[in-house]
């Protein structure tokens, strides 16, 4: 997580062979890390974050290009977006948190 955090902004490609996108580890891990999310387009990942608000979506290479320069055109709106999901990733996914949370359903789960 220390190498991601010295990166500004990391491109998540989540597409498997069979042609499914889903919602993978590593972009947890950017977010926590505080780095900038450029992610692969996801169902699973509307359900955990909200695409331009905690990272930025692409579809196609098209839309992967349009991106890249939209981040040398914004760096402003770009860091909005980084901190953003850093915070909220803070603030639900982090270790402590999930940790947290298999506790209670593991040990505790009629609480």
């Known amino acids: 997580m220390k190498d991601m955090a010295r990166v500004g902004c990391i491109v998540s490609f989540s597409m498997r062979p069979d042609m499914v996108s889903m919602a993978v580890g590593r972009s947890y ?32 290479f098209s839309d992967l290009r349009a991106i890249f320069r939209f981040l040398e055109t914004n760096p402003e709106e770009a860091e909005d977006i980084r901190r953003r999901g850093f915070e909220f990733a803070k603030q639900h996914y982090s270790d402590e948190n999930i940790i947290g949370n298999l506790e209670r359903v593991l040990f505790f789960p009629e609480q």
């Open 29 to 60: 891990e950017v977010l926590n890390a505080g780095s900038l999310l450029v992610q692969e387009a996801s169902d699973d990942m509307d359900y955990y974050f909200i695409a331009g608000e905690h990272y930025i979506e692409f579809s196609t």
